[in-house]
T-cell receptor
Framework: AQSVSQHNHHVILSEAASLELGCNYS??????LFWYVQYPGQHLQLLLK??????LVKGIKGFEAEFIKSKFSFNLRKPSVQWSDTAEYFC???????????FGKGNQVVVIP | DTAVSQTPKYLVTQMGNDKSIKCEQN?????MYWYKQDSKKFLKIMFS???????INETVPNRFSPKSPDKAHLNLHINSLELGDSAVYFC??????????????????FGPGTRLTVL
C-alpha cells in the first residue's frame, strides 16, 4: 500500500515569501500524485495533479509541483505567497487502476499579512 | 451549482444514537467515496462505490453502513454512535473507475464535509 509523508506540519511565513512543502511517497510502481488545499472551514480542492509527462506541473493560484521519481518526491512550491494562501495542504497518491487515495498528514500554512 | 454536496454540514448528537449523512454529486461520475478526517486532520478512505456497487471497504466498524440508491448518491448511516466517531466526514466522487480514465489517472472531487460531534 502507498504511504505519504509530509514534513513541517506547521508553516508560518510572511506575505511575499516563497513556500515549499515537501511530499514523499513510498511505492515502487507508477503513481498518480495530487496536491489538495483546504481553506479554513471549506472542503478539499484540487490544486494540481501529475499523471505522466512533464514532471513540472503547474496548478491553480500560482502553485507548481515537481515530480522527482528518483527521490519519490512531489514537492509543492509557490514563489510569493499571499494572505489568502492560509490553508491546510495535503499531498495524496494513488496507483493507476487503484482508487485508494492515500493522503499525507497535511501542512498547515499560515501567511501573515 | 455545487458539484458534490453533503447534508447536514454540522451534526451534533448523543452517544448511542443512529444518524445518517447524505451525499449527492451532479458531475455524472460513476464512483463515490467516503473519507474520515480526524482531529489531527488526517484523511482516510472508508468506502468506495462504483455504479452502486461496494468496491472498497476499509477496516471500518460495521456500525457504519454506506448505501447507494443510485450512482449520484452515496449515504452513510452510522449506528450506535461513539465518542470516537467525532470527525469530519467527506464525500468525494470521480469520473471513471481508475485505469480507464482518458488522462491515465483519476481525480477525486470532494464535498464540503460534515462535522460530526458525538457528546
Amino acid at each position: 500500500a502507498q504511504s505519504v509523508s509530509q514534513h513541517n506540519h506547521h508553516v508560518i511565513l510572511s506575505e511575499a515569501a516563497s513556500l515549499e512543502l515537501g511530499c514523499n511517497y513510498s511505492y515502487g510502481g507508477t503513481v498518480n500524485l495530487f496536491w489538495y488545499v483546504q481553506y479554513p472551514g471549506q472542503h478539499l480542492q484540487l490544486l494540481l495533479k501529475y499523471f505522466s509527462g512533464d514532471p513540472l506541473v503547474k496548478g491553480i493560484k500560482g502553485f507548481e509541483a515537481e515530480f522527482i521519481k528518483s527521490k519519490f518526491s512531489f514537492n509543492l512550491r509557490k514563489p510569493s505567497v499571499q494572505w489568502s494562501d492560509t490553508a491546510e495542504y495535503f499531498c495524496a497518491v494513488n496507483a493507476p487502476g487503484n482508487n485508494r487515495l492515500a493522503f499525507g498528514k497535511g501542512n498547515q500554512v499560515v501567511v501573515i499579512p | 451549482d455545487t458539484a458534490v454536496s453533503q447534508t447536514p454540514k454540522y451534526l451534533v448528537t448523543q452517544m448511542g444514537n443512529d444518524k445518517s449523512i447524505k451525499c449527492e454529486q451532479n458531475l455524472g461520475h460513476d464512483t463515490m467515496y467516503w473519507y474520515k478526517q480526524d482531529s489531527k486532520k488526517f484523511l482516510k478512505i472508508m468506502f468506495s462505490y462504483n455504479n452502486k456497487e461496494l468496491i472498497i471497504n476499509e477496516t471500518v466498524p460495521n456500525r457504519f453502513s454506506p448505501k447507494s440508491p443510485d450512482k449520484a448518491h452515496l449515504n452513510l448511516h452510522i449506528n450506535s454512535l461513539e465518542l470516537g466517531d467525532s470527525a469530519v466526514y467527506f464525500c468525494a466522487s470521480s469520473q471513471e473507475w481508475p485505469g480507464f480514465s482518458s488522462d491515465g489517472g483519476d481525480t477525486q472531487y470532494f464535498g464540503p464535509g460534515t462535522r460530526l460531534t458525538v457528546l
